[in-house]
């Protein structure tokens, strides 16, 4: 069965590391996103990408890139962590084009930087 | 300005009633989508329904159903006949042409919990 996955699950780091979340689709999707779960915000977009070599700034992108080399991966780099960047990370994942563009959620991965 | 609101932070709701989960929306893109999800205790978004902006019924999808108002830009989820498994976060959640056909734009949620 088609999936989207994230790994790690759960990650501590420290202030000031580069840290890389993973995430990888198995749908064939053109479309790709990455957004942060906070209280009292909801979801945020971070990045995303419309197909290989495209990827986009959303609405909280600062601190945080991405690449798309491939259909099937968009890897999460946080340059320099910051306190402010903790959070749940979501990936996720949706077919090009107007209409019942349903996104599909990886599990999510819990990021904690101390 | 807030593009999705949802003005209940959390709801109790007895078992079997129906229960009404309001969403307004903000935009001047006559093209847009509304979605609701669900995320349980476990942590996963989980798709119920979608609306489009052209869509001339109600959406809806076994035991949901999406009230559209266009006029008032609400879109407001019913759940009919509640159960304990239903207890969870719901989040509305729009798309718009102009910003991205694709890119969703979440409310803060509205945490639901059925009581027996």
């Known amino acids: 069965d088609a999936e989207i996955t994230q790994s790690p699950r759960h990650k501590i780091t420290e202030t000031g590391r580069q840290v890389t979340l993973a995430c990888h689709q198995t749908?064939?999707?053109?479309?790709m996103f990455w957004y942060r779960q906070d209280l009292g915000h909801g979801l945020r977009l971070i990045h995303y990408s419309y197909g290989v070599q495209d990827t986009n700034k959303g609405e909280v992108s600062d601190g945080y890139s991405v690449s798309r080399s491939n259909t099937e991966d968009l890897p999460l780099t946080l340059e320099s962590a910051a306190s402010s960047q903790t959070s749940v990370y979501f990936c996720a994942s949706g077919y090009s084009g107007t209409g019942s563009n349903e996104q599909f959620f990886g599990p999510g991965t819990r990021l904690t930087v101390l | 300005a807030q593009k999705i609101t949802q003005t209940q932070p959390g709801m109790f709701v007895q078992e079997k009633e129906a229960v009404t989960l309001d969403c307004t929306y903000d935009t001047s893109d006559p093209s847009y989508g509304l979605f609701w999800y669900k995320q349980p205790s476990s942590g996963e978004m989980i798709f119920l329904i979608y609306q489009g902006s052209y869509d001339q019924q109600n959406a809806t999808e076994g035991r949901y159903s999406l009230n559209f108002q266009k006029a008032r830009k609400s879109a407001n989820l019913v759940i009919s006949a509640s159960q304990l498994g239903d207890s969870a976060m719901y989040f509305c959640?729009?798309?718009?042409?102009?910003?991205?056909?694709?890119?969703?734009?979440f409310g803060t949620g509205t945490r639901l919990t059925i009581i027996p």
């Open positions: 749908w064939n999707h053109n479309n």
């Open positions: 959640a729009m798309t718009e042409s102009q910003t991205g056909a694709n890119n969703l734009f």
